[in-house]
């Protein structure tokens, strides 16, 4: 972390991103999989609408669907918008314009972008058709987008009847996912972090229940009300409980068994958590005194070590546990 | 049915930025003002429930640092909600209305500050067929937009105008983001953002904590001098593809109305969750608001938009009219979701002065 140049708060980048993995449905499969084969599907409700793109129930009457059919490419815009700065993961990375299409034969719209040189050239009620990606998978950015077909007349008649079935059907999609964040920490955590890196390790005392939390989130759990003033702790402390690990984390570079423990530091209203070396590990124990052990450009403890002083006595901790 | 009433409302200051408190940090001041009004702690209420989004914080189970706030231990009954703390509101008071409390606290926080908002809102959506294409929420609203200006239902003048009326009423509201405006004319100057949008047509981004206390019968009375009696709340839900509804109308919004008795009598004061200019022209049909009724004398969502807080700091604004003996018969609504997805409608009404 680093901190902000306006103020002393705490930020930094933070990444979530995930692959969600989602498995398809008949319907939802018969859909994904047509597109991979330039194949448009519907579903027809019970009262005869044709739903592009189709659901596995209808969204008036909850009637289970399954009876497929098969729409042009072509379709009529039933609403637009024109998006002048594209963001990462939009379907084209020059400006073009969200529309929602109705494609020939279907009753509903489907969502999708417009290649077009510009908003003078969307209307609603234009002729698009679509365009197909070069390369395709079974998911919807098979649709590459739609661009302009204003010689293209509306297809007329009923849209045919369709199986479903393809050969090597799509069974799932593996959505990929990518938020970018800016995370800050707060005033309490911020003062906490500051003070680690200067190797103290600093709490807050509830000013209603006069309990010392380490670390701090600004405010007491058990009263409700802020924090605020700043107790320093440690750097001594008691091991109150503990785990032997015998599981070796990925990327983590640790020999197994370790030990991971609870520490209350002295002064703190609530124990902490950290690995203890320098002692084997089958001579930990609940009392053992130790401190903490820093490297040489830690922001905060690498491990706790014991500090040879005599076990702390049971009474002495044993409301921390 | 038992009598539930809206006794005591508080929220932050709505900023574009809160990085130098964390969720818990901007909340406890709005939890101490909204308690100390009834004169109640942590401890004398019956149930508690909040609304948030760990999409907006970017961490799992966010909500749990919040409850930090609220004094947890010793154990208390508790519930949250992913979403905006009015559908919170709405769980809390059919707890009350079950006999299970006599008191609620409700709250909730949003922090749009950490992510780019708009990408973020991509998350809610269907994962199949909208989610992979990111659509973000301005043009999503903008898709909403054009259809009813396509429906001749208004022009982009207007919209300005609805915004204008906002901004410049949010200048008597001290927790807004953004007060006053340019002449309507003037606003139309300024480049669209997703047309037909453009910035002044789309709420502000920004953090901000709401939290509303209610009461039951003579609970209600003995905390509040003039509590704002919830006389109907329901909520509805659309399709979730946006190619299968009508989005020039708001269907949800007029059932939730109905069923909460909106048009049981006037209202006078409405307090409406329209985060877009184009989605109040919406709203306003849909509930039937005619000339005479205050709409959104708070400046509403385009004056602040906290995530996950707007829609609740609708019922707090409303309920906080009644209080003041201005309003006798208020409206509160929430929404969320893309293009007015679902709707939760609310009726207050005071005792005759």
């Not at chain 2, 990111?134 to 982009?156: C, K, M, N, R, Y």
């Not at chain 2, 909460?260 to 039937?288: C, K, M, N």
Request: net charge negative.
């Amino acid at each position: 972390m680093t901190p902000a140049s306006s103020s002393e708060a705490l930020r930094a980048p933070l990444v979530v991103e995930f692959p969600f993995t989602r498995s398809l449905g008949p319907v939802q499969s018969a859909f994904l999989t047509g597109l991979r084969e330039r194949t448009v599907l519907g579903v027809r409700t019970t009262d005869g609408r044709v739903l592009v793109p189709p659901v596995e129930y209808d969204p008036v009457t909850a009637d289970e669907l399954r009876d497929l059919v098969q729409v042009a490419p072509t379709g009529t815009v039933t609403t637009w918008a024109w998006n002048p700065s594209p963001s990462r993961g939009q379907p084209l990375a020059t400006p073009f314009a969200w529309v929602l299409v109705r494609l020939d034969g279907a009753g509903t719209a489907l969502l999708h972008a417009l290649d077009a040189p510009g908003p003078r050239a969307v209307h609603t009620g234009m002729r698009v058709r679509i365009r197909w990606a070069s390369a395709r998978t079974g998911a919807i950015t098979d649709i590459a987008c739609f661009e302009p077909d204003p010689d293209q007349p509306a297809a007329t008649g009923e849209p045919a009847p369709h199986s479903g079935e393809f050969t090597d059907p799509v069974r799932g999609i593996v959505a990929p996912a990518r938020l970018d964040y800016t995370y800050a920490p707060g005033r309490a955590q911020t003062r906490f972090l500051a003070a680690l890196a200067g190797r103290r390790t600093v709490g807050e005392r509830c000013p209603s229940c006069r309990k010392v939390y380490v670390p701090p989130r600004g405010a007491c759990p058990t009263c409700g009300v802020a924090t605020a003033e700043q107790v320093e702790v440690g750097p001594h402390g008691t091991v109150t409980t503990f785990c032997i690990v015998n599981i070796k984390a990925k990327n983590l570079d640790i020999e197994v068994p370790y030990v991971y423990a609870h520490i209350a530091l002295d002064g703190a209203g609530l124990a902490l958590h950290g690995r203890i070396a320098g002692i084997p590990y089958d001579q930990v124990r609940m009392g053992l005194r130790v401190a903490p052990v820093w490297t040489e450009d830690g922001r905060y403890p690498d491990h706790y070590r014991p500090t040879g002083e005599p076990d702390a006595d049971y009474d002495t901790y044993k409301e921390l546990l | 049915m038992r009598e539930v009433a809206i006794v005591a409302f508080a929220q932050s200051d709505h900023r574009p930025d809160t990085a130098d408190v964390s969720e818990v940090e901007l909340l406890l001041p709005v939890l101490r003002r909204v308690l100390d009004d009834v004169g109640l702690t942590t401890g004398g209420i019956g149930f508690t429930c909040s609304g948030s989004s760990d999409y907006l914080a970017g961490r799992a189970f966010s909500f749990t640092m919040a409850l930090d706030g609220v004094g947890a231990w010793p154990p208390i009954s508790e519930s949250h909600v992913e979403m905006d703390g009015a559908w919170a509101l709405y769980e809390a008071w059919t707890k009350l209305l079950t006999e299970e409390a006599d008191t609620a606290l409700v709250y909730s926080c949003g922090k749009s500050s950490p992510g780019n908002l708009r990408e973020v809102l991509t998350r809610q959506l269907d994962p199949y067929y909208l989610a992979p294409l990111w659509p973000d929420s301005v043009s999503l609203a903008a898709l909403q937009a054009q259809a009813l200006i396509d429906a001749g239902e208004t022009d982009e003048h207007a919209l300005a105008g609805v915004a204008a009326r906002a901004r410049t009423a949010a200048e008597d509201n001290p927790h807004a983001q953004l007060a006053g405006s340019a002449e309507p004319a003037r606003l139309l100057d300024a480049p669209y953002l997703v047309r037909p949008l453009r910035r002044h047509d789309c709420p502000p981004i920004g953090d901000g904590a709401a939290a509303v206390v209610l009461a039951a019968g003579d609970t209600a009375r003995r905390l509040c001098r003039r509590p704002a009696w919830i006389r109907g709340l329901d909520h509805r839900v659309e399709p979730h593809a946006l190619g299968v509804r009508d989005l020039t109308r708001s269907p949800s919004t007029r059932l939730a109305a109905e069923r909460a008795g909106a048009f049981d009598s006037p209202v006078d004061t409405a307090e409406l969750h329209a985060p877009f200019t184009s989605q109040e022209v919406i709203l306003r049909r849909a509930l039937r608001l005619g000339e005479d009724v205050r709409v959104s004398p708070s400046g509403g969502a385009q004056a602040a938009n906290p995530m996950m807080a707007a829609g609740l700091i609708r019922l707090g604004e409303a309920a906080a009219a009644i209080h003041r003996g201005g309003s006798d018969r208020a409206l509160a609504h929430a929404t969320s979701g893309p293009c007015l997805q679902q709707n939760l409608v609310a009726v207050l009404e005071g005792d005759p002065q």
